[in-house]
């Protein structure tokens, strides 16, 4: 299907929400018409009233504008063309490949993700500004032949027309999901309207002496409800339409990217990007967000910087993920296919004159781009890695301590988590002797002889809490061991004798302080929760070396 015919299927969508709206204020006046001829006057007045109502949203989806604001773009650093001259002369070259405008401007950002905008205006027929946005994530784990593959991708939306309707489409899509919202949030409060008047007509009975009735807010909502499964219906059906060929445009731009870039770079760099995005989603979970809770973040340019420290490291970890492609479900209202597909048919596809052995190039670096890294298109990595930090990150997180270094994050950061520790165990111990929570109190509970009285106020399962005796103690013995080891750790960490070994390849090693390596904390645990409990390993462990 030609843009010109898109175009025409997305104004006839976007057409259809409108009737469909005339067609239900038309059907609510043609009631008012009838109550009001045949109907009792004081019910014609009611319905009347209800049918505005049901008006409201109807007539603010028509009218609901679908313009894209700055705050709908993904936040990002503009990389201006005398500072960043080898990324732009690399994009304006792959788009005069592709034979296409060239973008008005370049954002980088921190998503792993590219993507390309066009503020079109009447319904594409008029062009506008072009943005492509790039993530940094992408830089620092693709080689150049790979980014040339996903920015030949990207300028294919617009050698296709695909990013002139966008405008068009996503306006149609907001204002019919903005309608549905708005039904099904007018039903909810009348739902929540007629609870509320029984509650209260509840109340007023028991003052007087009389029983409760059921609460139950029947069908209270029930026409808004209607209102909104007609509405979702329509936009199912419009999503299918304009997201089957979204997927069918993602297919012609793999090819375009084949053909300018290269079969393998574009095969390689589909394989690589699921591999990326998991890998940063680990990188900000364990590394760069660690010391958030305790307001502080690594140092200055390292936010984003340490995720390509991390691919180095991790490589050859990373290394069987790449032909382990995702296993997608198939929804009509995928706006992507699967991945495993789009590399299936890109492998396909006859190696490209660029990859050709009588180009005499060797490969991909015949198309311009070569296997050296992506970041390396920019002037200065380390400067922008910075500069992205401020462009991204809230005001919040931009007024936290930065740590010196990777390993003092980490030692600060594991310090504070254990430090403010509140396991199941922490809330039992509390309940159980109405003290304060400490490791102290617990081995008084031990040497009391009442660690599996305490066990029965942790969270149980069905199963554990009908046993009793050996069977109980089996059964509860690994949950304690683990809200032990945990206040063991807070109070080892609490005095300083723990250390933390930073590595980029392997999770992090805590360790005791040289004074105290000659005990052995998981030993010492298992000594306490034993069938005959012997505390004297923690207290070994746990007294202080200076005393």
């Known amino acids: ?137 992408l830089l620092q784990g693709l080689d150049q032949a790979q980014l040339r593959s996903v920015v030949a991708h990207e300028l294919g ?29 007018r039903a909810d409060r009348t739902r929540d ?82 591999v990326l995005d998991s890998a940063h989603g680990f990188y900000l979970r364990s590394y760069a967000l660690m010391g958030t809770d305790s307001g502080l973040l690594p140092p200055r340019g390292a936010v984003f910087g340490g995720f390509g420290e991390l691919l180095s490291a991790r490589a050859l970890q990373l290394l069987p993920l790449r032909d382990e492609l995702p296993d997608e479900q198939v929804s009509p209202y995928d706006s992507h296919p699967p991945v495993a597909d789009r590399v299936r ?46 462009a991204v990150l809230t005001p919040d997180a931009r007024a936290m301590r930065r740590a010196a270094d990777w390993p003092e994050l980490l030692t600060e950061s594991s310090r504070a988590r254990l430090g403010a520790l509140d396991s199941p165990l922490h809330r039992a111990l509390a309940d159980y002797t109405g003290d304060l929570p400490t490791m102290a109190v617990l081995l008084r509970v031990i040497d009391d002889g009442q660690l599996w009285q305490l066990a029965r106020r942790l969270p149980l399962s069905d199963r554990t809490a009908e046993v009793t005796g050996r069977a109980f103690q089996e059964l509860v013995r690994p949950a304690l061991a683990n809200g032990v080891t945990g206040m063991v750790l807070a109070e080892l960490a609490g005095r300083s004798r723990l250390s933390w070994t930073f590595s980029w390849s392997e999770a992090a090693e805590v360790r005791l302080a040289p004074e105290g ?29 200076a005393r």
Do not use: C
């Not at 939306?157 to 999901?177: E, F, V, W």
């Not at 009975?205 to 007609?230: I, N, Q």
């Not at 979702?232 to 990217?257: F, H, I, M, P, V």
């Not at 991909?364 to 200065?380: F, P």
């Open 345 to 390: 048919r890109i492998e396909e596809l006859p190696p490209s004159p660029v990859e050709s052995p009588a180009a005499g190039t060797g490969g991909t670096a015949g198309a311009g781009g070569g296997k050296g890294s992506a970041l390396d298109l920019l002037t200065g990595p380390a400067r922008t890695l910075a500069e992205l930090e401020e």
């Open 517 to 545: 390596a000659e005990h052995d904390p998981e030993a010492a645990v298992a000594a306490a929760l034993a069938d005959r409990p012997d505390t004297e390993p923690l207290k070994r462990l746990l007294l202080d070396p």
């Open 1 to 137: 299907m030609g843009a010109s015919l898109r175009a025409l299927r997305a104004l006839a969508l976007l057409a259809g929400f409108h009737l469909l709206g005339f067609v239900v204020l038309a059907t609510l006046a043609g009631a008012d018409y009838a109550l009001f001829r045949w109907a009792p006057a004081s019910l014609a007045v009611k319905l009347t009233v209800v049918s505005l109502l049901l008006a409201i949203p109807v007539v603010r989806g028509m009218f609901m504008l679908g313009g894209r604001g700055p705050d709908d773009y993904p936040s990002g650093l503009p990389a201006d063309p005398d500072t960043e001259p080898e990324l732009w002369r690399t994009v304006r070259e792959l788009a005069e490949q592709v034979g296409t405008r060239a973008p008005d401007a370049i954002v980088l950002t921190a998503e792993v993700n590219a993507a390309v905008t066009e503020e079109a205006r009447l319904l594409g027929l008029l062009p506008g500004r072009r943005l492509l946005f790039l993530g940094v994530p």
């Open 193 to 274: 309207k007629e609870r509320a008047r029984q509650e209260r007509r509840n109340e007023k009975r028991a003052a007087k002496g009389r029983s409760a009735r059921e609460v139950d807010p029947g069908g209270a909502g029930f026409t808004y409800r209607a209102l909104a499964r007609l509405y979702t219906g329509y936009a199912k059906l419009s999503l299918r339409a304009t997201l089957a060929d979204a997927r069918r445009q993602e297919y012609a731009a793999d090819a375009t990217a084949a053909r300018i870039a290269g079969r393998d770079a574009t095969a390689a760099a589909l394989r690589e990007i699921p």
């Open 157 to 185: 939306h617009y050698s296709n027309s695909d990013t002139r309707l966008g405008p068009a489409i996503r306006r149609g899509r907001d204002q019919m999901l903005g309608t549905i919202r708005d039904f099904e949030a």
